[in-house]
């Protein structure tokens, strides 16, 4: 175990494990650091220890397309996002660590009325709100972004699309150990290689956590264990309404800078983007199966870049670099699942499907203050557990991009 700090320089190694912490995080990807990060910094809670089974971000944090944005569908999600992009603005100032933040703009295209239709409803919801997003035409998507082809010569011609000027993509590794590097700092313990093994749960409440390394008792235990929420939770005793499948991309080769903006097609099940490493990133849909399974697949990749190439054709004889996969754990309305459960002391963070990443911070704040004060902020209230049982669902089907 030390070999792994020993390596990942900007982090103290935690010492043995105590038998007991006020709150035990399981999971070490970017909403469990982010929740020991404010829990620190906005409540002086540092009795916190971080329980990762492998090493930290080596889930969906070191997996996902690196897309921030908050251009959703419903009121509740485009207000949530709203603050997560907000917080991300000032985070490499924040955290002291540089996280490559780059806001050029996300476009959802649209190959068809029914899309245009769909679009202008979420730029309408965006606006109500303050959120910069707005439908364009064609010949606008061309004028700002001109390496796109926009002819008519393809399968599905490009009619318009919703524009999100503050949309853009960070580098998802720096924001795992920026968060990690100031958990660090506030005294709380980062525990790499330890895998969480059941719950203990008497009289209706979780008091701790059973360990490969023994058992620890805590005063809460929030599991934000993203693809493996359900088994996690399982041992809790608590079911969750989730399925587990999961979702491929790939990088290219590095090639010239010339694409500053993410382009996203849900009816060609693709997004594009290009890295400050160079490479296209190129993402697409959850695979139609439930599965934990991290195989890639060969049709994912033909029709992937089938339909990038329609959209950029200069990247014909580009090579495909590195392909990989992760697990989403998906909601039946699309939108996370936030804070208390049935079992009192045993809090969850899930259901984040393909866009837990970008909500991380904002995630890290109000999950702070839930275990902090005991109450649930507003802003995560529309997102609780409960909501499956008293039929208030809050559907993100439609903002969804390319995940479903
Ligand atoms: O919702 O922005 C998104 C997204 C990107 C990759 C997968 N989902």
Not at 151 to 167: E, F, K, N, S
Not at 253 to 277: C, G, N, W
Not at 376 to 389: G, N, Q, S, V
Request: one cysteine or more; glycine letters at 10%; a neutral charge.
């Amino acid at each position: 175990m030390k070999d792994i700090f020993r390596k990942q320089k900007i982090l103290k190694a935690p010492g043995r494990l105590k038998r007991h912490y006020d709150v035990v995080i399981v999971g070490g990807g970017s909403h469990g650091l982010a929740t020991a990060y404010y829990l620190a910094k906005h409540h002086g809670i540092t009795d916190v220890a971080i329980l990762e089974q492998s090493y930290i971000g080596s889930g969906g944090a070191g997996r996902n397309t690196t897309i921030i944005r908050s251009n959703y569908r419903t009121p509740e999600g485009a207000a949530f996002y709203k603050e997560s992009v907000a917080l991300y603005e000032r985070l490499s100032a924040e955290l002291d660590f540089n996280l490559m933040f780059s806001q050029h703009g996300h476009f959802t295209l649209a190959h068809s009325d029914r899309s245009l239709v769909v679009q202008n409803e979420r730029a309408e919801v965006n606006k109500l709100l303050g959120i910069n997003s707005r439908v364009i035409d064609r010949d606008e998507v061309k004028r700002l972004c001109p390496q796109i082809h926009v002819g008519d010569d393809v399968t599905w011609p490009i009619q318009g699309a919703l524009y999100h000027p503050p949309g853009g993509i960070i580098r998802h590794d720096a924001v795992v150990w920026g968060f990690a590097k100031q958990v660090c700092r506030s005294g709380i313990e980062i525990h790499q290689g330890i895998e969480v093994t059941g719950f203990d749960v008497r009289d209706g409440r979780c008091h701790g956590v059973r360990t490969t390394q023994g058992n620890v008792s805590a005063g809460v235990v929030l599991s934000a264990t993203a693809g493996w929420s359900s088994p996690v939770a399982k041992l809790a005793g608590v079911e969750l309404p989730i399925t587990t499948s999961i979702l491929q991309a790939f990088v290219t080769e590095p090639v010239k800078p010339f694409l500053d903006k993410i382009i996203v097609s849900a009816q060609m099940h693709i997004y594009v983007s290009q890295t400050d490493r160079g490479e296209f990133l190129i993402g697409a849909e959850v695979e139609p199966y439930p599965t934990y399974s991290n195989k890639g697949t060969f049709p994912f990749i033909e029709y992937s870049t089938r339909h990038v190439l329609e959209l950029f054709p200069q990247l014909h004889s580009t090579r495909i670099l590195r392909h990989w996969t992760g697990l989403c754990d998906m909601s039946p309305d699309y939108s996370p699942i936030m804070g208390l459960t049935e079992l009192d002391g045993f809090l969850v963070d899930c259901g984040w499907g393909t866009y837990g990443f970008k909500a991380a911070p904002i995630t890290g704040v109000t999950l702070a203050e839930l275990i902090a004060t005991g109450k649930t902020p507003a802003l995560i209230e529309p997102f609780k557990l409960e909501r499956f049982y008293t039929d208030t669902l809050v559907s993100e089907l439609a903002a969804a991009a390319v995940s479903h």
